[in-house]
């Protein structure tokens, strides 16, 4: 069984999407597109506080991701639920973001930039990578993951990558009128709000964003690295 989507996020732990893309999500879901997201790690390992334990973290992570996922208007979310930190580009991590791509067989497909140089969490590195060489070429070729084809999986076609953290913006979303929504979804993983250390979240946000938009004819943006899949 197939079910459209038109865009699906890949996202290494609950709270990057809502940092990367929530107000381009937000603004897609507005215009009536269908907004997947796929949560690869359950982010228990993300807290610096010694009474949470690991399995009670990854529950209140899913409700915040959840949360967040409501505001923004995402249909589904689809949670792998890998422990956090250990994200492998594995052939069986790949084959289960290729099923994926194949059942919701989404135009665009938007991911954290494997290729941000130095300190970047290998969470993030990893589930872009795997992300990436997922829509291009193992989603699109048949012979790739024969069993899938098998259950009736056929091969697609994603017309786009966006990639958010890049080094290498060539892309930039108008959020203007989104960005109160962004905030908002930011602002249900309570849970990493407390670890960030940035007391002035929506000012620090908004000029981040603000920063993004300069040169066009928008407020507030949220920007990219966009490669178009040719073949
Ligand atoms: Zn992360």
Known sequence: MTKAADVMVVTPHPDDAEFGVAGT?????????????????N??????DRSLKPDGLAEIREKEQMAAAKILGVQEVIFLRYPDQELEDTPS???????????????????SDP????????????????????VFPYARDHLAYPDLLTEGLEPHKVE?????????????CDI???????????RCHESQIKEFDIPQLEDWLEERCRGMAEGEDFELA???????IPW
């Open 25 to 41: 999500v937000a603004r897609w879901t507005r215009e009536g597109r269908k907004v997947i997201y796929v949560v690869c790690s």
């Open 43 to 48: 982010g228990n390992k993300g807290t610096s």
């Open 93 to 111: 991590f790949r084959k289960e973001i290729v099923r994926l791509i194949r059942q919701y067989q989404p135009k665009i497909v938007v991911t």
């Open 115 to 134: 290729y941000r140089r130095y300190i970047w969490h290998r969470d993030h590195r990893i589930a872009g990578q795997v992300t990436l060489d997922a």
């Open 160 to 172: 786009e990558i966006l990639f958010w953290a890049s080094e290498d913006i060539n892309h930039r």
């Open 176 to 186: 203007t009128d989104t960005f109160d929504l962004k905030i908002a979804a930011l």
């Open 222 to 228: 949220e920007g990219f690295h966009r490669a178009e």
